[in-house]
């Protein structure tokens, strides 16, 4: 059998774009942050070896490794501060009093609407930006649509 008559896998070369596939990290409110954030790897020890690398090497292909590690470590972060907000949010919608939740109900229901307005605004930007736009801004109006739809929850499961 010849090896040159197999077929090559193609070597894939990670990029810092390769970083914003799902959806961006998720915006931890200020008000909760303390507790949703607490015990959380929120990987900075190897965004500064990724930093490093970069700084060093100038290009991305000899930082194969630390973009591999920084998208894992990540991921595994957004989904648990996702889920560490939404029990918040739920948390908060049964047990603080009617009045401030429903305040709270309706600055989410605000945000929304304006995260709404300001990806339909985007749609009109072309190119890379405009992406990254789109990208953001739905990811930021996934993530609030969620939390509201936990604060409700909690709301409507008071005895």
């Given at each position: 059998m010849d090896v040159d008559s197999q077929p090559t896998m193609e070597?894939?070369?990670?990029?810092?774009?390769?970083?914003m596939t799902g959806p961006p990290s998720p915006i931890v409110p200020p008000d909760i942050a303390s507790h949703v954030l607490e015990g959380v790897d929120l990987c900075d020890v190897i965004l500064r070896k990724l930093f490093l690398c970069l700084q060093i090497?100038?290009?991305?292909p000899f930082c194969q490794d630390e973009?591999?590690?920084?998208?894992?470590?990540?991921d595994r972060r957004d989904k648990e501060i996702r889920k560490r907000l939404q029990d918040s949010e739920f948390k908060l919608g049964s047990s603080i009093p009617l009045d401030e939740a429903k305040e709270r109900t309706a600055q989410l229901e605000a945000e929304v609407t304006s995260l709404e307005r300001r990806l339909i605004l985007a749609s009109g930007v072309e190119g890379i930006e405009g992406f990254r736009q789109r990208w953001s801004l739905?990811?930021?109006?996934?993530?609030s649509k969620k939390r509201l739809e936990f604060l409700k929850q909690g709301m409507d499961g008071r005895k």
């Open positions: 070597e894939t070369i990670l990029v810092g774009d390769d970083l090497n100038d290009i991305e973009i591999a590690l920084y998208k894992q470590c990540a739905h990811g930021r109006l996934t993530d």
